[in-house]
């Protein structure tokens, strides 16, 4: 039995809410049950210098977790002094994004996703790149009523989940409490239309079997699949 109480291939309740700030280009607040997370995706006419007069644009990401997200208060990172997991999880989410986007129809502009960590039970990162995609979308959508990007350079959904091994049996969707006594846990990555992006694994104090990651990976398709189609219901697609 789980700690939830949940079927090994049950995903916990996700609810996806748009358009949840006031300035940003795109917004929401993505729910996947104890974890919340705040994506807004930010839009500037302008790109980094290393992509000056190149006609591609591109898409980046920040993340943070707010001082008191978790059990106990953290101290709030500068940009200057973050952690390397802060620096990994940003790189992760801005490569899962730019997945999903033709660069050359988005035009030479660039798209921020910041992913505020409001609440977190297990799986902060894969929240993040789940919703992150709806921020992005939601932006992009405002461009193209615009008139400013002229063809839809959104090429297809990017999800993400958790999964993971517990007392010896795969999980999907790891909360707080099983991803902290789980003997193997990845994070997966997934389009819409099935293929990987990124795949990240590891064992703790152990090993783990070609047999158990395919496992995994089946379980993860499942819920990216389950993720993919919150994200059609989110942004009406």
């Given at each position: ?84 997991r802060t620096q990994e999880i940003q790189r992760l989410i801005g490569r899962s ?141």
């Open positions: 039995m789980r700690p939830s109480g949940r079927q090994i291939d049950e995903m916990r309740p996700v609810s996806i809410e748009t358009d949840v700030t006031r300035h940003a280009e795109g917004s929401c607040l993505i729910r996947c049950g104890d974890t919340h997370v705040l994506c807004t995706a930010s839009v500037d006419e302008r790109v980094p210098p290393f992509l000056k007069n190149s006609g591609l644009g591109w898409v980046t990401a920040e993340y943070g977790m707010l001082p008191r997200s978790t059990h106990s208060r953290m101290r709030r990172e500068a940009k200057a002094g973050q952690s390397g994004l730019r997945a999903g986007i033709d660069r050359v129809a988005l035009g030479e502009r660039q798209i921020t996703v910041d992913c505020d960590v409001i609440q977190a039970d297990g799986g902060t990162r894969c929240a993040s790149i789940t919703g992150g995609w709806v921020a992005l979308r939601l932006a992009v959508n405002k461009l193209m009523k615009a008139g400013d990007v002229l063809s839809d350079p959104m090429i297809d959904h990017v999800a993400a989940v958790s999964c993971g091994i517990y007392a010896g049996q795969p999980l999907l969707d790891l909360d707080y409490p099983e991803d902290s006594e789980a003997g193997v846990d990845g994070n997966f990555v997934i389009t819409g239309t099935g293929q990987l992006v990124e795949v990240q694994m590891s064992a703790e104090g152990g090993t783990f079997s070609t047999d158990q990651m395919t496992a995994l990976l089946d379980l993860a398709r499942r819920g990216t699949d389950s993720l993919v189609a919150s994200q059609k219901a989110a942004t009406g697609a």
